[in-house]
């Protein structure tokens, strides 16, 4: 089957970027909008057709073929033979990848028609936004890990510019270049770890089946260095993938690299929804993912810190996520919190024992599924507080509440996905959370009733959200200002949308979803662990119905209280334990005032002082001699006379 | 006649023309027309290689062509090109039509020394005598001089002259350099391929003399190349100096420095060069390093861009000094890189400090406003400074990291890593000088009354930034050429890696 029309995925949204970069100035809005949204909605045809084509192939040995339509050497390095591809590889989570992302950008190109209606620079805007839906296809589509990279930093940039898209205020200045540093902080640690697997591996292609020869020791069959893939083994695969893992951290903003993402709410809310819900924040378990079978073969025990690092983003970010106003920063921290589900998921797969229809693989599943699920759900919440925020042009709760009257649409999506995200059936968060949580407990108990016990958190502040936009104390006096209203058709049919895929997904897919995406590659049978899924079920309803006793009334007296009895508790949560701050002071007090200004002083006065000195040196010695040249016919006789004395003194003695 | 002496008889021919040439429409007119005969004898030039390559001539030096020209001394005008003096002789020919549109306005005398200048830096990448190489030199260094010293800005006679006695020091360490290695290797030729080859007349150098004139001749070029701790001349020099002379200076003529010592120091002295290499290895890096975190903390736009090229030049020597094909290929992909970058850093600089009248990072502020072309011309700029994929930057840097980690022992891994997380740093003192100088609001009557670039500005920019993503999105073709002309020279230089480790 020819799958090479896949290069127009790529291509289409780069020659939009192009376009609309180049002449968008003299283009109207509608007109560079409705570029931008077509030829999302071509690579969004294209991207099912080819999962179309690629689940409905024949399966060869009970496993969907990895398919590699188009591949070429772009860089070539010439020793060794390594060489950086670009290329585009078929697999089943690279297709499923190409849906998500082109579905949740194509909903986000319809939705900014009304949320950018009439801003400046919507041009650049919509080019940006073709260039990073572009990145990351590429991203997932890659052939190696190398390309993978290139892709990686491309959506880093894109995140950085359509974050700062507000480039006139100074919060969103901030935010796009803290976002931008601390990834690429975390990237430095991605690029040793590439580094460390080309040399030992002598490939940055996934296709780990050479691999796996080099290291396993045995006789390799092209050109490698034997005792070095034998020592390299070790410890040095462990290394590499971590190092991979520290820059997959900082894009899924795993603790303590989370930082930036809170921050990033700055940019335009449709740019949070895509980017900093649905994609990009993915990108690190998916590259986690992606090398997956490196990991559980090669690296089974730096798996357990991947576990236990989610584990704790997790709880934290719940329970930041507990004490925020802000409605952006709330879901910013649940958004987190779900990413670290999914690497609690990989994070809990273990070699042991036969290797298909196990828990290893059901954590990888898991973990996809729950990527899948909550990159809609999560657009969907992201795109309902647009909504909100496009009427009340706030993002504090404070002048929300009892906002169901004014946006009924709006309301019922998102309470659905709340619904969803706290893993309440049939919508889909119950299946795929469900998974995970079966997953932990088959790794321990220990990890499984803390990620039940942040499940429950998970519910608890997302209904504290819920009631305290929709229900709640309403800021009567606000609203008669603002008079809110339901949003137009472009903002409310995406939404609907999505979260019509929501509630539908996971009981028409029942099992089915492992099916396709596996570990192995085989199909894997979901099956409902009812007694994990009755627990989970029951503990998030007893925080929902928490949260609506606490936070559903006009008046508040029990949240008032809480926050009076454990005040410090709440600042502290409040202001996210203080990370930003220790950060803050890391850079400014310590490596900007000791050690980039003592390096630029040194370089001023000490390397710079040398030379002057050198300079005054010899300037100054020829002051001193220049007496010597005195022009005086006496002092030169006397001079004179008294080297014709030593002389006829030295030839006498 | 040898066609490549075309490329120091038409800058001859145009300082003739300007002599004649009256007005500023005739100067223009000339410069114009020499510097796109120029740019074209260099694309052409560029193309008719890798025909010849592709057509099969493997011979080490293309269009060789050799005259007497001081028989004593056996002096003779040699020229010839390989792969790295082509991608040179590209870089030069753009940078010199950009900088012409940029200097748009200035007089008749600026643009003799301009064009004299670019007759010894073209002179000097088709040279492949040294004594001629190291006349090209001395051509392009005096010329500097004028040029800071008169049409500069700031304490500008002050840096003029710091930059000319720092630099003439260097060559005085060159010419000891060079004739150390003439007459160790017999003194019958100064030809480079022969004392390389030990041909006509040339015998192999000694290993103690070798180990004598590495360092010399490597310092001799290194200065120029801003080898820590020998830059300071470059911040100062590079913020005296009118707009299109930064541009040139920082563009090409930093880069005769590594290309003199992977040309000369290393491919003449091998032996020594790996015994030695360490000590500059470590200086190189360090520079990398220094560079980029004093960048941090500049307020002025040039010094900030001059301590960004102490970084990025220092990755040039570190690349060469790895001594390995693919870092050396990064290097001089490295150097066509850079020179592009920072010439567009430079011209934004310029055309920015030309309209605001300060240059300083504090008192400029919303500028995307006023000045929306120059200031993405400013932000590419700074992209392909951080290393942004499909710009060059990544390229070049992506091919000395995977080509510095070939070398396996623990100093030379150690040394690769710190030299990466310059990208972290860069991207700190890029981002920090875009956010404060191009978003927010502009309040300052001055600022807000600024005019977007001229059509000039508006070539020279586009120019720059065509050939950045350019070399950025199709780095293929380039790294082929560079490859199979640095391939032969490593073979030849027969690197033994933990030969030339020194704590192994």
Redesign the interface.
């Known amino acids: 089957m020819d799958y090479s029309y896949t290069v127009l995925i790529l291509l289409l949204p780069f020659l939009s970027f192009l376009f609309l970069g180049l002449v968008g100035k003299w283009l109207s809005h509608r007109t560079s909008g409705l570029i931008g949204t077509l030829t999302l909605g071509v690579v969004a045809i294209l991207s099912y057709y080819t999962a179309f084509q690629y689940f409905t192939a024949d399966r060869v040995d009970g496993v969907f073929q990895t398919l590699v339509p188009i591949n070429f050497?772009?860089?070539?390095?010439?020793?060794?033979g390594?060489h950086?591809d670009l290329g585009i590889m078929l697999d089943p989570i690279s297709v499923m990848m190409l849906i998500v992302i082109s579905t949740v950008s194509l909903m986000v190109h319809i939705y900014s028609f009304g949320y950018m209606h009439g801003e400046k620079g919507f041009q650049r805007y919509y080019s940006f936004l073709s260039l990073f839906t572009m990145s990351m296809l590429g991203l997932v589509v890659a052939t190696n890990i190398?390309q993978m990279y290139?892709?990686w930093?491309?959506v880093g940039?894109c995140s950085?510019l359509l974050i700062?898209f507000y480039?006139?205020q100074?919060p969103a200045?901030?935010a796009?270049?803290k976002a931008?540093?601390v990834t690429?902080?975390a990237d430095?640690g991605f690029?040793?770890g590439i580094?460390?697997y080309?040399?030992y591996t002598k490939s940055f292609s996934f296709d780990f089946a050479n691999t796996a020869v080099y290291l396993n020791g045995a006789q390799p069959t092209v050109g490698p260095d034997f005792a070095?893939a034998i020592a390299g083994a070790g410890f040095i695969l462990p290394t590499a993938l971590f190092l991979m893992f520290i820059g997959g951290a900082g894009k899924s903003a795993m603790f303590p690299l989370h930082i930036w993402l809170p921050d990033a709410m700055e940019g335009p809310t449709p740019v949070s929804a895509l980017i900093h819900a649905a994609t990009m924040v993915v990108a690190g378990v998916f590259q986690v993912a992606r090398m997956f079978p490196l990991w559980i073969q090669y690296a089974p025990n730096t798996l357990h810190y991947v576990a236990w690092i989610g584990a704790f983003t997790a709880f934290y970010a719940a329970a930041v996520a507990c004490a925020q106003s802000d409605i952006k920063r709330v879901l910013a921290f649940s958004t987190i919190s779900q990413i670290a589900f999914m690497m609690v998921a990989l994070g809990v797969c273990l070699p042991e024992g036969d290797f298909t229809n196990n828990h290893e693989s059901l954590g990888y599943m898991a973990s996809m599924y729950h990527l899948f699920t909550h990159a809609m759900f999560k657009a969907t919440l992201f795109m309902c507080a647009g909504c909100i925020i496009h009427m009340v042009h706030s993002n504090e709760m404070q002048y929300m509440g009892g906002m169901h009257k004014y946006m009924p649409i709006t309301h019922i999506t998102f309470l659905i996905a709340c619904l969803a995200i706290s893993g309440i059936p049939p919508f889909s968060g119950f299946f795929s959370k469900d998974e995970i949580l079966v997953a932990a407990f088959q790794y321990s108990a220990t990890m499984g009733w803390i990620m039940t016990g942040i499940a429950a958190m998970t519910a608890f502040y997302m209904f504290r959200v819920y009631y305290g936009i929709f229900w709640g104390t309403e800021n009567v006096e606000y609203h008669r200002e603002h008079q809110p209203h339901e949003c137009p058709a472009t903002m409310t049919v995406p939404l609907i949308i999505l979260t019509l895929i929501t509630c539908t997904i996971g009981w028409i897919l029942p099992g089915t979803f492992g099916s396709y995406v596996s570990a192995t590659g085989e199909a894997y049978h979901i099956s409902l662990d009812w007694s994990v899924a009755g627990t989970s079920v029951g503990i998030a309803l007893i925080s929902i119905g928490l949260a609506t006793w606490i936070y559903s009334g006009a008046r508040q007296p029990i949240a008032e209280k809480l926050k009076a009895t454990f005040p410090h508790l709440h600042k502290w949560a409040y202001h996210r334990f203080y990370i930003d701050e220790v950060y803050q002071f890391v850079t400014h007090r310590i490596?900007?005032a000791h050690?980039?200004?003592p390096?630029?002083w040194f370089?001023r006065n000490v390397?710079?002082g040398f030379?002057?000195f050198l300079?005054w040196g010899t300037n100054a010695t020829s002051q001193g001699i220049r007496a010597l040249q005195s022009g005086r016919v006496q002092q030169y006789a006397f001079v004179f006379l008294l080297g014709v004395i030593a002389l006829i003194l030295m030839l006498i003695f | 006649m040898n066609f490549l002496s075309l490329f120091v008889l038409i800058p001859l021919m145009m300082l003739f023309a300007l002599w004649l040439a009256k007005g500023q429409k005739q100067i223009r007119a000339v410069m114009v027309v020499g510097s796109s005969a120029l740019l074209a004898l260099s694309i052409l030039l560029t193309l008719k290689f890798l025909a010849d390559r592709a057509g099969g001539n493997s011979a080490e030096m293309l269009y060789q062509a050799s005259f007497t020209w001081f028989e004593p001394l056996h002096i003779r005008y040699s020229v010839g090109v390989d792969g790295i003096s082509v991608a040179m002789l590209l870089l030069s020919g753009v940078i010199v039509f950009t900088g012409t549109f940029v200097s748009w306005d200035m007089c008749k005398e600026y643009f003799l020394w301009f064009t004299l200048l670019s007759m010894g830096v073209f002179g000097f990448f088709i040279s492949v005598d040294m004594f001629m190489m190291f006349m090209f030199y001395e051509i392009a260094l005096i010329p500097m001089y004028l040029l800071i010293g008169v049409w500069g800005t700031g304490p500008k006679e002050y840096a003029a002259m710091k930059l000319t006695l720092m630099l003439m020091g260097a060559s005085a360490f060159l010419m000891m350099g060079i004739f150390g290695i003439y007459y160790g290797a017999g003194g019958q030729t100064m030809n480079i391929l022969d004392i390389a080859h030990h041909t006509g007349g040339a015998h192999v150098i000694e290993f103690s003399k070798q180990c004598i004139w590495f360092p010399i001749t490597f310092i001799g070029f290194g200065v120029l190349g801003a080898l820590f701790p020998f830059h300071t001349w470059s911040p100062d020099g590079h913020s005296s100096a009118p707009t299109a002379v930064s541009m040139l200076h920082a563009g090409v003529l930093m880069k005769l420095g590594g290309y003199g010592c992977f040309r000369i120091a290393i491919f003449l002295l091998p032996e020594a060069a790996n015994e030695l290499s360490w000590i500059f290895l470590i200086l190189a890096g360090t520079g990398v390093v220094y560079g980029a975190l004093s960048a941090c903390v500049q307020t002025d736009l040039k010094y900030l861009n001059a301590y960004s090229s102490v970084s990025h030049c220092g990755m040039v020597l570190f690349a060469i000094l790895m001594l390995t094909t693919t870092a050396s290929t990064g290097a001089v992909l490295q150097m066509l890189s850079h020179g592009l970058m920072t010439a567009l850093f430079f011209a934004a600089i310029g055309m920015i400090y030309h309209r605001a009248h300060t240059r300083d990072i504090r008192q400029l502020n919303g500028l995307m406003t006023v000045i929306p072309f120059l200031s993405v011309a400013f932000a590419i700029a700074g992209l392909a400074n951080l290393g942004l994929p499909g710009l060059s930057g990544f390229v070049a840097e992506m091919t000395i990291f995977v080509g510095s980690f070939q070398n396996a022992d623990t100093f030379h891994r150690v040394l690769t890593i710190a030299a990466t997380t310059s990208i972290v740093v860069a991207a700190v003192y890029i981002l920090r000088m875009v956010g404060k100088i191009l978003y927010g609001k502009c309040t300052d009557p001055v600022q807000l009354k600024m005019h977007d670039a001229r059509w000039e500005e508006r070539l020279a920019i586009i120019v720059l930034i065509a050939c950045i993503a350019g070399i950025g999105l199709t780095p293929t073709w380039l790294s082929h050429m560079i490859e199979g002309s640095v391939a032969p020279m490593m073979n030849h230089i027969g690197h033994v890696a933990s030969q030339c480790n020194p704590f192994l």
């Not at chain 1, 050497?73 to 060794?80: D, G, I, K, M, S």
């Open positions: 050497t772009w860089l070539p390095f010439y020793n060794e390594l950086f190398f290139m892709f930093e491309l940039v950085y700062g480039y006139t100074k200045i901030a796009s270049k931008f540093i690429r902080f430095l690029l040793i580094l460390i080309g040399y070095k490596i900007f050690i980039s200004r390096i630029a370089d390397i710079d030379f002057d300079a």
